[in-house]
């Protein structure tokens, strides 16, 4: 995975940071996660990582990305876990995915997530956990004395804009863990008290 973690340095790739990755892993495992559904591959680290927990998980990921689409074609390979790992190539506002997955982790554009997750909590099982990424932006949305671009600024906003949405959320109730660049984790609600 070092090899995977370097080109992605070299490249510019934003993968999952070390911590975060870790904590997610341990998540999946304490809660007996089998079936997932990522939004975002990249180059495939994430969903590697997340399927070389245990025989019986099965990930499967959507990349729009043409040329991050096809390297992670080739590492799945590598790794051989071309039967657990179904990647699809093409935009996710688009695809449409059968069938329920107990985890759906949303690590794409900032921008997006409100719509990913209204869209996609469909194909969350009963006691799924939709779990997204990137919701500090380097320390950004807490601190806007860092902000120095007008395009930071943009995403600062659609990240602010996103919180609110799962803070005001009458159906899932959302937690906030500060790994990586911090993740969220929201589940429904029990009888949507
Ligand atoms: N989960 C990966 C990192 C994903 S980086 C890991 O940790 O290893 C975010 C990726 O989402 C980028 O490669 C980008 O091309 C992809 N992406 C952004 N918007 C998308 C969309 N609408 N549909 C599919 N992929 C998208
Ligand atoms: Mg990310």
Redesign the pocket.
Known sequence: MEELELY?KENN????QKDG?LYLCNYIKDNNIKNIL??????????IMMASISNDIKVTT????KD?YEVAVSNIHKYNLEDRINIIY????DIEIEGYFDLI?I???KG?NTFFFEKFKNNLSIDGVIIT?NLSFHGLVEDSSLIKTRNQKGIVNKIKSYIEFLDNNKEFTTTYIPVGDTISISKRRIDNE
Do not use: L
């Open positions: 992605a790739i934003p993968i999952m990755i990522e939004i975002g591959s990249a180059i495939g680290y994430s969903s959507i990349e729009r990305d991050r093409g935009d996710a506002c982790f690590d794409a554009a997006k990424d």
